[in-house]
């Protein structure tokens, strides 16, 4: 099992930035990836930003150049920087962790971008 809680969730005007962070734990040395995935209102969920174990990056293009996924394994935490933030980019954004074979899902935190 893999527990996983979200924070950074926020009302930001557009081309604002905000950080949102995913706590995890549990067990967490089985890892293969974790990273982020959005759903916005009538619309399927959709990959963010995952970062493998071996450090790779793996961006949906809507975001790419403006949002960032990070790691610190010291913390347990994953992190993602989102920049020049667009009204589209609004949605519930849920942290992932796959961990064999089986996906962990956090309760998601809310980013609204509107002016």
């Known amino acids: 099992q893999v527990q996983l809680v979200e924070s950074g969730g926020d009302l930001v005007q557009p081309g604002g930035s905000l950080r949102l962070s995913c706590a995890y734990s549990g067990s967490i040395f089985s890892l293969s990836r974790v990273g982020w995935y959005r759903q916005a209102p009538g619309k399927q969920r959709e990959l963010v930003a995952v970062r493998s174990s071996d450090g790779r990056g793996i961006y949906a293009d809507s975001v790419k150049g403006r949002f960032t996924i990070s790691r610190d394994s010291a913390k347990n935490t994953v992190f993602l920087q989102m920049n020049s933030l667009r009204p589209e980019d609004t949605a519930v954004y849920f942290c992932?962790?796959?961990?064999?074979?089986?996906?962990?899902w956090g309760q998601g935190t809310q980013v609204t971008v509107s002016s």
């Open positions: 992932n962790a796959r961990s064999q074979g089986i996906d962990y």
